[in-house]
């Protein structure tokens, strides 16, 4: 059974940061892409940033790029997601997920396994 367990949300101010991480178990990490998504209360589960299955490669949404950064750990089979210059609009609840299926790499249908996701608020 695949398991995504992420960690390391909270709340931070402004300007600050943090780091999530996404454990996987029941599946072997090294083989698959893994992505970030977030969904703010109310709206649709949006895109964060992904990172193709060696590390390789990586791509993010426009609304992050320059302060997160996505990585991955395989001796520790983790997802990691650093997040700097927070602003209230990262507020949400971000998720990992995992694929070994081609497609939109931005999609929610493209990811086959999810996490539970971690809160992140961040106020101004």
């Known amino acids: 059974q695949v398991q995504l367990v992420e960690s390391g949300g909270g709340s931070v101010q402004a300007g600050g940061s943090l780091r999530l991480s996404c454990v996987v178990s029941?599946?072997?990490?090294?083989?698959?892409?893994m992505a970030w998504f977030r969904q703010a209360p109310g709206k649709e589960r949006d895109f964060v940033a992904t990172i193709s299955w060696n590390g390789g490669t990586s791509y993010y949404a426009d609304s992050v790029k320059g302060r997160f950064t996505i990585s991955r750990d395989s001796a520790k089979s983790t997802l990691y997601l650093q997040m700097n210059s927070l602003k209230p609009e990262d507020t949400a609840v971000y998720y990992c997920?995992?694929?070994?299926?081609?497609?939109?790499?931005?999609?929610?249908?493209?990811?086959?396994?999810w996490g539970q996701g971690t809160q992140v608020t961040v106020s101004s």
């Open positions: 029941g599946r072997t990490f090294s083989t698959y892409r």
């Open positions: 997920a995992q694929t070994a299926t081609l497609g939109a790499v931005i999609s929610t249908r493209t990811y086959n396994y």
